[in-house]
T-cell receptor
Framework: GNSVTQMEGPVTLSEEAFLTINCTYT??????LFWYVQYPGEGLQLLLK?????DKGSNKGFEATYRKETTSFHLEKGSVQVSDSAVYFC???????????FGKGTTLSVSS | AAGVIQSPRHLIKEKRETATLKCYPI?????VYWYQQGPGQDPQFLIS???????DKGSIPDRFSAQQFSDYHSELNMSSLELGDSALYFC???????????????FGPGTRLTVT
């Protein structure tokens, strides 16, 4: 079946540090891949997406590249800020369905 | 820009009671999705509707039912509530939510249901 595996958190970084959150997936066909962010007490916001192999999604300094050969979609940011502290969810949507399938989420905590 | 509206934002019910959650999609969006997020868990897909018809079904308990109305808003009805139903319930909306759709889902702020 379809599934998403994320690195477990929490991830604790100092401001301006480099961030990587690993995400790998299992799916049939060619799924679309997403990163969502959830700030404390709020809903899910789409951070970036990629719909085919080798696509790079980017937004607000975050990037992720759709790697079909390694079935991965790792999230990266060169210099994190305190305001980036949140829970990050990797998700996929396969061609046959409409639902998003989420990973367990990774909590990021950035201190100044 | 208009966002997805969910009501109520918070709801407290007792075991065995019923609850109704409402979702108002972004204007012109014809597809609605419901997700359940337990404490510290990832969101789990429950059900979706496209043009007022059920389009996909996930892990929705038989005690729950949902529908989409002619104005595209949706309601999630939950009966015989159990303690384990305590969760954050998200609604999302999109355009053209058929299989393979590339349209992204926009999430509402969620309804926090507490069952005591």
């Amino acid at each position: 079946g379809n599934s998403v595996t994320q690195m477990e958190g929490p991830v604790t970084l100092s401001e301006e540090a480099f961030l990587t959150i690993n995400c790998t997936y299992t799916a049939t066909g060619y799924p679309s891949l997403f990163w969502y962010v959830q700030y404390p007490g709020e809903g899910l916001q789409l951070l970036l997406k990629a719909t085919k192999a080798d696509d790079k999604g980017s937004n607000k300094g975050f990037e992720a590249t759709y790697r079909k050969e390694t079935t991965s979609f790792h999230l990266e940011k060169g210099s994190v800020q305190v305001s980036d502290s949140a829970v990050y969810f990797c998700a996929l949507r396969n061609q046959a369905g409409t639902a998003l399938i989420f990973g367990k989420g990774t909590t990021l905590s950035v201190s100044s | 820009a208009a966002g997805v509206i969910q009501s109520p934002r918070h709801l407290i019910k007792e075991k065995r009671e019923t609850a109704t959650l409402k979702c108002y999609p972004i204007p012109r969006h014809d597809t609605v999705y419901w997700y359940q997020q337990g404490p510290g868990q990832d969101p789990q897909f429950l059900i979706s509707f496209y043009e007022k018809m059920q389009s996909d079904k996930g892990s929705i308990p038989d005690r729950f039912s949902a529908q989409q109305f002619s104005d595209y808003h949706s309601e999630l009805n939950m009966s015989s509530l159990e303690l384990g139903d305590s969760a954050l319930y998200f609604c999302a909306s999109s355009l053209g939510g058929t299989s393979g759709s590339l349209y992204e889902q926009y999430f509402g702020p969620g309804t926090r249901l507490t069952v005591t």
